[in-house]
Structure formats: structure tokens, C-alpha cells
T-cell receptor, first 114, second 115 residues
Framework: NAGVMQNPRHLVRRRGQEARLRCSPMKGHSHVYWYRQLPEEGLKFMVYLQKENIIDESGMPKERFSAEFPKEGPSILRIQQVVRGDSAAYFC????????????FGPGTRLTVT | QKEVEQDPGPLSVPEGAIVSLNCTYSNSAFQYFMWYRQYSRKGPELLMYTYSSGNKEDGRFTAQVDKSSKYISLFIRDSQPSDSATYLCAMSAGKYGGSQGNLIFGKGTKLSVKP
């Protein structure tokens, strides 16, 4: 049973470029969550999505960040015009419907902005 | 005051010891309590989740929740070197149909189990 898949595992971008992070949830899971982990910081919630619907984006920065979970295909976290402060590990998690306390995490994408 | 407080450690114990990991929180709306294990440069791994107060046991792991004190614990019996990792507590207030997607994490406690 495949777990949560994320790609790429490592991503290097120059300042001003765009970063696209992908997440495929566990089989049977319809809810996806994105978190960011900065060095020496804890995991911080960013956004919660269901298929074609953003449920909670209270943790998303107001500018440059967006997320989607289309009817077909993986969830995408998009960061436009990246800055050095965006360098972090980005984790995706998924859960069964109605069980947001049971989140399973992927291996993460480590973004480095040079 | 932060919503979730967790001693960062590091905590070093000999193999076979009983390990106690703890978190305190300030938001009385939290109803779901989770423990994750994270190895270096890996994703967090869900160990256990509990609802409201009480105890839950799974193999060598026991989770305790005391809502009156806003205090949760994870006990690891017969600790092994393979248990060496960072342990994260997480909490949820149960907003969306009984479970809220927005997990609030502690910063994690780094545990080292020496052979």
C-alpha cells in the first residue's frame, strides 16, 4: 500500500523563479494538507484541501503562495517569485474523510532558494 | 504563550530505559492529540492518536492525555537505539465534522537511545 508521495524530493530555485511541489495522497484518502518546516522551527500548517476545494488556507502567506487539488492528478503547492526565506522542507499529508486527526505524511520536498 | 510547548531536549537514555515525553498546551478547545516520530530528513510518522482524556497503549508506546492540566505524555517502554528520533506532539480542535485539518505541532523533542 503506497504511502503519500511527494516530488521532487529536492528542488533548487534561484530567487524570482517559481517552485511547484507535487503530492499524491495515500490510496483511499481524499483530504490533503500542506505543512512547512523551517530550520529549528516546528511544522506549520499551510492549507487543507479536498478535491477541487480549498477548505482552510489560514496558514498560507497572502502573496506568492497558492495550492490546488484538481479532480484528476496530484495536489500542487505553487510558490511564485521565490525568496531565500522560502527555503524549507515542505510536507504533504493525507487523511481519510472525516478523520483529520489521522494524517499521514509524505517524505517532503526540500526547497533551496539560491 | 505558545499554543503548544514541548521541551526540545536533547534527551539521552540508555537502551532499555522508560522514556517520558511531554507537551503542554493552552487552548482548551483541543480534543485530538497525536504523537509523531520523525527521523532526520524524513517525513513525520504517525505513532498514535487519542481523543479527549485518557490512556491509549500500542505495543511499547503509551499515550496519556490530561485535559484538566492541559498536559499530554508519551511513554516508551524498553527503549531501543532505533527509537532515536525527534518526537512531535500535535493537537487539533475538531472543527470540521469532528476533526479539524489544522494540526498544531510542538517543536519536537530529540531523543537518543544509547546501546
Amino acid at each position: 500500500n503506497a504511502g503519500v508521495m511527494q516530488n521532487p524530493r529536492h528542488l533548487v530555485r534561484r530567487r524570482g523563479q517559481e517552485a511547484r511541489l507535487r503530492c499524491s495522497p495515500m490510496k483511499g484518502h481524499s483530504h490533503v494538507y500542506w505543512y512547512r518546516q523551517l530550520p529549528e522551527e516546528g511544522l506549520k500548517f499551510m492549507v487543507y484541501l479536498q478535491k477541487e476545494n480549498i477548505i482552510d488556507e489560514s496558514g498560507m502567506p497572502k502573496e506568492r503562495f497558492s495550492a490546488e487539488f484538481p479532480k484528476e492528478g496530484p495536489s500542487i503547492l505553487r510558490i511564485q517569485q521565490v525568496v531565500r526565506g522560502d527555503s524549507a522542507a515542505y510536507f504533504c499529508a493525507s487523511s481519510p474523510a472525516g478523520r483529520g486527526y489521522e494524517q499521514y505524511f509524505g517524505p517532503g520536498t526540500r526547497l533551496t532558494v539560491t | 504563550q505558545k499554543e503548544v510547548e514541548q521541551d526540545p531536549g536533547p534527551l539521552s537514555v540508555p537502551e532499555g530505559a522508560i522514556v517520558s515525553l511531554n507537551c503542554t498546551y493552552s487552548n482548551s478547545a483541543f480534543q485530538y492529540f497525536m504523537w509523531y516520530r520523525q527521523y532526520s530528513r524524513k517525513g513525520p510518522e504517525l505513532l498514535m492518536y487519542t481523543y479527549s482524556s485518557g490512556n491509549k497503549e500500542d505495543g511499547r508506546f503509551t499515550a496519556q492525555v490530561d485535559k484538566s492540566s492541559k498536559y499530554i505524555s508519551l511513554f516508551i517502554r524498553d527503549s531501543q537505539p532505533s527509537d532515536s528520533a525527534t518526537y512531535l506532539c500535535a493537537m487539533s480542535a475538531g472543527k470540521y465534522g469532528g476533526s479539524q485539518g489544522n494540526l498544531i505541532f510542538g517543536k519536537g523533542t530529540k531523543l537518543s537511545v544509547k546501546p
